[in-house]
């Protein structure tokens, strides 16, 4: 490459030589130009192909593979007490959680499991001879393991290695586990992107733990460089598509359509809920957690006959570090400033209260504090009524239970975070003040003047600034 650079740099001192109004300078020129541009465009992409090709190379290492699948071994660690102790939940309701994550990736399975009691998760390799020794004893037992799934946010990459050498087996934690669910449910453009730039922070952090140990790769400057470019490139695309989608919020703002963010927990039922409330057949929820990645809306009426936008989200989930989930802010704004929020969780779940709380917690610094939340409990047919929380909503999306409900609750909230109020409102029948009313705001009922049928009464429901500009409208 370096040869064919230096070879068309002499070409084109050579043509500076001749005068500039000659047929054939004119010809060579404009072919050398030809060559210059498409060797310089080519030279990029096969840079790209090659930075691509190494970064491949690089993630695979630290994130492992998911394709082809794994017999996994769960090693769920805890610990036993102190200020790190989880108190909200339990180890068996996070192994229950950890099997739910293997179980979600395709051709991987739950060989065996083993809880890890611990003090501290600093150790370099985690456990104590002792229940190295166990853990070995276990395995042993085991039909023919290929993996090892340590079930904790983000072990040490020298934590990593240690254990890899002791058992014999690639490992992986929440993070990366999390990362491959990832990658095989991102379908659409947006959500590949905000994945993309997730894992880059695990692969960074880990080659420069890495860097401080004598095996594996070395952070050198032109591998810093290619990440730095990485990111950079994948940030940009990022903004262009926040972009996009304040564009796409500012049409939606004009239309008036009033929005219902569904948040909840991965797999707690938000499809399901939004299927539930517009009857949209097109809608396909999947028993899986994160079979959804990307924020999309999805039209319905209330019953005052108001049309609102319903937004599906990402669901969220316990102890994986922020970075996972920091990319899909963007996304999530849509969300976020919605005129009403929908907290669904699972009423059944063993770990509800975990559940809860940990939504409950990742978006309450996302939305201003007085932001109406509307907390429904789904699959309330599961359980007997005195477990359902007094403050939410019984429903069950998939045999319809209490969605009429929910229905009226979000329509009630919405009239008032909104501003709309009830008219009534006497127009000339066909006329284009009718017509107007039917575009702009929502018409509840319509019905002929008892007294002049040449006219209609009109119930709508509109702000007080589509009043004034009907009264424009009416003025021109």
């Given amino acids: 490459m370096h040869c064919i650079r230096k070879i068309l740099n002499i070409a084109q001192q050579n043509l500076q030589g001749y005068d500039k109004t000659n047929t054939i300078y004119k010809t060579s020129r404009i072919l050398l130009q030809n060559i210059v541009y498409r060797f310089n465009h080519n030279s990029e992409e096969y ?22 699948g794994h017999r996994a071994f769960i090693l769920q660690p805890y610990i036993k007490w102190g200020r790190d102790k989880k108190r909200n939940t339990s180890p068996e309701l996070q192994m229950a959680e950890a099997v739910a994550l293997i179980n ?56 990593i290695a240690e254990l890899e050498k002791i058992l014999g087996l690639p490992v992986y934690d929440r993070y990366s586990i999390v990362i491959h669910i990832f990658r095989q449910h991102a379908k659409s453009p947006e959500a590949k992107l905000q994945v993309a730039i997730a894992e880059i922070p695990y692969v960074r952090k880990k080659i420069l733990e890495t860097s401080r140990t004598r095996n594996g790769i070395i952070m050198t400057e032109k591998l810093k460089l290619m990440f730095d470019n990485r990111e950079k490139k994948l940030n940009n695309e990022l903004k262009k598509l926040q972009q996009h989608r304040t564009v796409i919020r500012s049409q939606r703002k004009k239309h008036g359509f009033p929005t219902v963010a569904v948040v909840g927990y991965t797999n707690a039922g938000k499809t399901s809920l939004i299927k539930a409330l517009t009857d949209d057949k097109s809608l396909q929820p999947e028993n899986k957690l994160f079979a959804t990645l990307d924020t999309s809306a999805h039209g319905g009426l209330l019953p005052n006959r108001m049309k609102v936008l319903y937004m599906d989200t990402i669901g969220f989930i316990q102890d994986v570090p922020e970075t996972l989930i920091e990319p899909f802010i963007v996304t999530l704004e849509d969300a976020m400033i919605a005129d009403v929020i929908v907290h669904i969780y699972d009423v059944s779940h063993p770990d509800m209260k975990a559940q809860y709380q940990h939504v409950q917690q990742t978006i309450k610094p996302m939305i201003k504090e007085a932001h109406p939340i509307i907390d429904v409990a789904n699959k309330c047919d599961l359980v007997q009524s005195d477990c359902i929380p007094k403050d939410a909503i019984a429903i069950s999306a998939t045999n319809l239970t209490g969605i009429d409900l929910l229905r009226q609750k979000i329509e009630k909230v919405l009239l008032v975070t909104t501003g709309l109020l009830r008219t009534r409102i006497r127009v000339e029948s066909g006329s284009p003040a009718a017509s107007w009313l039917y575009k702009m705001t929502t018409v509840m009922n319509a019905q002929s003047d008892p007294n002049d049928a040449q006219y209609l009464i009109m119930d709508v429901l509109a702000t007080s600034i589509d009043i004034q500009k009907f009264k424009k409208f009416l003025r021109q």
Wanted: net charge positive; glycine share 6%; hydrophobic share 35%.
């Fill in 47 to 68: 840079a790209d192909d090659q930075n691509q090709e190494v970064y491949t190379k690089i993630s695979n290492q630290y994130l492992g593979t998911a394709l082809g």
């Fill in 104 to 159: 979600t990736l395709s051709n991987w399975c739950v060989v065996g499991a083993k809880y890890a009691p611990l003090l501290s998760l600093q150790r370099k390799s985690l456990l104590g001879t002792g229940a190295m020794e166990n853990l070995k004893k276990e395995l042993y037992k085991c039909e023919n393991p290929t993996a090892i799934f340590v079930s904790t946010n983000l072990l040490k990459f020298i934590q």
